[in-house]
């Protein structure tokens, strides 16, 4: 349904977008991860209408939306800091876009009851906004952006100021939510958990572009470049010799660089030589930090190793996959 | 923000136009038209060469300078334990304490000095040993009076934002309390110590009402210089040079000001704990100060008002109404037009302050600096330099205003633009602007946010900037005191200058009267606004 066609995005000398070539199909989730800066929350307020491309289109099936202003898209958005109004309570909050499309009071309420119940705060409608917690404030500033029925809902990473474990329950709440809602969606954020939990299919950003795009399934599996491997939480990536050796031996043909997936690497009688120098026991599992030759891996493991340990390790050839050293 | 300013602008272009003239043609015609007509007045006449030679001109200049100075390190001094005690503790009735330490800010200036002449006829300060009366500690008291306020808000909010931990890591390794003080909490003050210095210093250096009444004749600023020259000489010649040499010296101070004022801007902003609740010892050191300070020159005004010779009653009041020969008009008249003249200067203040904040806020970076920096200044400017740039300025074709009436009104209007415009933009520039992008998103057009977030958000404000126009609307004094009168519609504070001025206990008693009357009338409006607005978290800017 959405379709941006080589959107950039000039601040001043600055390109802070370039060349970005992106679609959302009605009903998916696609999730926009990168690093702080790489530009992503500039491609979500450029789709949303309140920042205006340099260069490129945007559609909304066969509607250009390029010179359309924010108000006219139809589209929701979720900050992080929620942006509530600090001058309404909760309900007037919820209501906001209901009014503002000239919504009847009657309908108004139905319509906030039922979201308040949607996002389990039902009784809350008479509150004032400062006065809820940070888990409250974000389902009150969801159910905001839900009650107009947006045609698309931005979501720019609203869990970032939560905690933990508040993060972890509301993931997957929402995850259900907007797949419940059949609401298409986008969603930004920095972390990989985040990401991989959410999406249907997740575009990685880097330097003001697209660089990987793909269900997660596959992203994980190939990431293509070394930042994109790093923003999805890959560490084990090795710079090859002009042979194409490494600490692990020959994984190439030439100079580069490698990865070689962490679920495909384990521990074995015998194999390459390694020390461990560090080891976390979480979940059931040891999360493994072992040092070959000067370089620094991670492994899951299931049996109990200890610091300064002598293990082997071996791999699978499908987990060692080349990378580009940068985004082109 | 770019966006819907953006939209704003092209979809609505006449309605802006307005939006930027009304302020700048208000400002052009009363303000800077003034102000250049004394200039070239100034720089033509000879006289401000002349005044480089003249051993009096320099003994006024010296004397406007070192009083200011002693009056802002005294007022600094004062003020440091009470802003202490508003930041960094919780008591009762600390929010009553606070609404109460603005209200000499608003106080007429007359009302002051005749709070000092009430305090010298009480206890018998206008001669002997401890005369004070016509000597430079009555005006350096009258002073701290007026200015602890601006000390206690200035460093008191600033000193609320610093986080606290700072001092109790710097306990930790070692520090005494005097240390912590000397070698961290003064440091970090110094920024807001310095600005509230900076427009202490201003304020004293252009105060006026306060010199004339509790000065006595010998002791001239250059703000009495201009007044006596003008007023009562008819020497324009030389109060325009005088008023180009105070010109000069404002615009310094105030570009000073306005540095020290932005380098206080980013401070940091941390949410503080609990507050320690005060112990009784601290809390009432404190308080005898600062009732000492505020309190006093209130509380004797109000008792020498019930006061009559033989006992106490309210037949001073009472005499209000009556005509007394000094005055053409009675006092309770006076009041009434003063009121009057208020609401229509609060009204303009309004409508000229709100749309310059808009136009500060939203407009182009050159026409916000503009307005921001051009709109300030009649607040800088001495009220004296203001009327009398008007009384010079105004009284030829096209623009002869000098028997338009409403030239009072439109005097204190520019007066009072500069607090709309200092409550009313930083609540704007507070609002989030994702707020106001949640609101577009929700499908609000440019005016509908306009209407439906930044007004609701920032009326409070407004309401605040209204109620200080009015009550330094009914207070103004100096600018006043040069416009063109018509006898029947003298102010207040004229009146009770004229009252004040002359001796005599049946006089003494009345302006006792007329001043209790202006106080509460200054101290309500504020009090009111205040109290409401500190409970719905309304931000007021600091002056």
């Known amino acids: 349904m959405l379709r941006l066609e080589g959107v950039s995005v000039c601040f001043g000398q600055n390109h802070v977008l370039n060349q970005v070539d992106l679609s959302v199909a009605a009903g998916e989730v696609l ?91 039902v009784g809350f409608e008479g509150r004032s906004v400062d006065a809820l917690s940070g888990g409250e404030a974000q389902r009150v500033a969801l159910a905001r952006s839900l009650a107009p029925d947006p045609r698309l809902l931005m979501l720019d ?108 690497l384990r521990l074995a009688p015998t194999g390459v030589a390694a020390r461990v120098v560090g080891s976390v026991f979480s979940q059931g599992r040891y999360d493994l930090q072992v040092e070959a030759g000067g370089q620094l891996l991670q492994l899951s493991a299931v049996e109990s190793v200890g610091l300064g340990d002598l293990v082997y390790l071996a791999w699978s050839d499908d987990a060692v996959v080349p990378l580009r050293s940068s985004s082109t | 923000m770019d966006t819907d300013r953006l939209t704003l602008i092209k979809g609505h272009r006449l309605v802006w136009c307005g939006v930027v003239l009304v302020p700048a043609v208000f400002l052009g015609v009363f303000f800077l038209w003034p102000v250049v007509k004394v200039l070239s007045l100034g720089f033509t006449g000879r006289r401000l060469w002349e005044l480089l030679h003249d051993a009096v001109f320099w003994r006024v200049l010296w004397f406007t300078v070192w009083q200011a100075a002693a009056s802002t390190v005294l007022t600094l001094v004062l ?47 206008n001669d002997g040993l401890f005369r004070m009366r016509h000597t430079v500690w009555a005006l350096l008291a009258a002073h701290v009076f007026f200015n602890l306020a601006i000390v206690l808000r200035v460093v008191g909010s600033y000193w609320e934002g610093l986080d606290s931990r700072v001092e109790e890591q710097a306990r930790l390794l070692g520090a005494g309390p005097g240390q912590v003080f000397r070698w961290v909490t003064l440091p970090r003050l110094a920024p807001a110590l310095a600005s509230a210095a900076s427009v202490v210093f201003l304020f004293c250096f252009t105060s006026f009402g306060v010199i004339l009444l509790l000065g006595g004749p010998t002791r001239a600023t250059l703000e009495t210089e ?107 008249t006076a009041l009434v037009n003063s009121l009057l003249f208020a609401m229509v200067a609060t009204a303009l203040a309004v409508l000229v302050g709100g749309f310059a904040s808009l136009v500060v ?100 404000a407004l309401a605040v900037g209204a109620a200080f126009a009015f009550a330094v609307s009914v207070g103004e004094f100096g600018a006043t005191s040069f416009l063109p009168r018509h006898p029947d519609r003298l102010t207040a504070p004229l009146a009770l200058f004229r009252l004040l001025g002359t001796p005599g206990d049946v006089l003494r008693g009345q302006a006792m009267a007329l001043a209790v009357v202006l106080m509460v009338v200054t101290g309500l409006s504020v009090l009111v606004i205040e109290g409401r607005s500190s409970r719905q978290g309304v931000v007021r800017g600091d002056f």
């Not at chain 1, 269900?215 to 070394?226: K, L, M, Q, S």
């Not at chain 2, 100060?289 to 106490?312: D, K």
């Open chain 1, 31 to 121: 999730v926009l991860l990168g690093p702080s800066g790489c530009g992503k929350s500039t491609l979500l307020r450029t789709i949303a209408g309140l920042e205006t491309p340099s260069e490129g289109q945007l559609f909304w099936g066969a509607q250009d939306l390029t010179g359309l202003p924010a108000h006219q898209r139809g589209f929701g958005m979720m900050f992080q800091d929620h942006a509530l109004f600090g001058h309404l309570s909760v309900a007037d909050n919820v209501a906001f876009g209901l009014r503002i499309a000239g919504w009847g009071a009657e309908l108004c309420q139905k319509k906030v009851a039922e979201l308040m119940a949607l996002v389990g705060l």
């Open chain 1, 157 to 264: 990473e609203p869990l970032a100021s939560l905690d933990r474990a508040l993060r972890d329950r509301l993931v997957s709440d929402l995850g259900q939510l907007l797949r419940e809602l059949g609401q298409s969606a986008i969603y930004v954020t920095h972390d990989h958990g985040e990401a991989f939990a959410l999406a249907d299919r997740i575009a990685v950003m880097d330097g003001g572009q697209i660089a990987r795009c793909g269900r997660p399934v596959e992203v994980w599996a190939d990431p293509r470049t070394e930042a994109v491997a790093r923003s999805i939480g890959h560490q084990n990536i090795l710079s090859l010799d002009d042979q194409g050796h490494c600490v692990l031996g020959r994984l190439g043909g030439q100079a580069g660089l490698v990865l070689v997936r962490s679920d495909g």
């Open chain 2, 79 to 125: 003020a440091l334990p009470g802003a202490h005690l508003l930041a960094r503790y919780q008591f009762r009735g600390r929010r009553l304490l606070r609404a109460l330490t603005t209200v000499p800010f608003v106080m007429p200036t007359v009302v002051v000095a005749g709070a000092f002449v009430a305090i010298f006829d009480r206890f018998g300060l």
């Open chain 2, 226 to 332: 201009i007044w006596r020259h003008a007023v009562w000489r008819g020497d324009m010649a030389s109060a325009s040079a005088l008023a180009v040499v105070q010109l000069v010296a404002v615009m310094a101070l105030v570009v000073v000001s306005n540095r020290l004022q932005r380098r206080r801007g980013g401070r940091e902003q941390t949410n503080l704990g609990p507050r320690p609740v005060a112990s009784w010892p601290l809390l009432g050191a404190n308080l005898g100060l600062l009732l000492g300070a505020i309190g006093l020159p209130m509380l004797v005004l109000v008792e020498r008002s019930l006061a009559t010779g033989h006992g106490y009653s309210l037949s001073n009041y009472g005499a209000l109404t009556e005509r007394v020969s000094l005055l053409p008009v009675s006092a309770a």
């Open chain 2, 361 to 460: 806020v939203y407009g182009r970076r050159g026409l916000s600096h503009f307005f921001d920096f051009g709109l300030m200044l009649p607040l800088g400017v001495s009220a004296v330099t203001l009327g009398f740039g008007m009384l010079v300025a105004l009284d030829a074709p096209p623009l002869d205003f000098r028997s338009w009436r409403w030239l009072v009104p439109v005097a204190h209007a520019l007066i009072g633009t500069p607090f709309v415009l200092r409550t009313v933009v930083p609540t704007l520039r507070r609002i989030d602007p994702r707020v106001r992008e949640a609101a577009m998103l929700l499908g609000a057009s440019p005016w509908q946010v306009g209407r439906l977030v930044d007004f609701p958000l920032a009326g409070r």
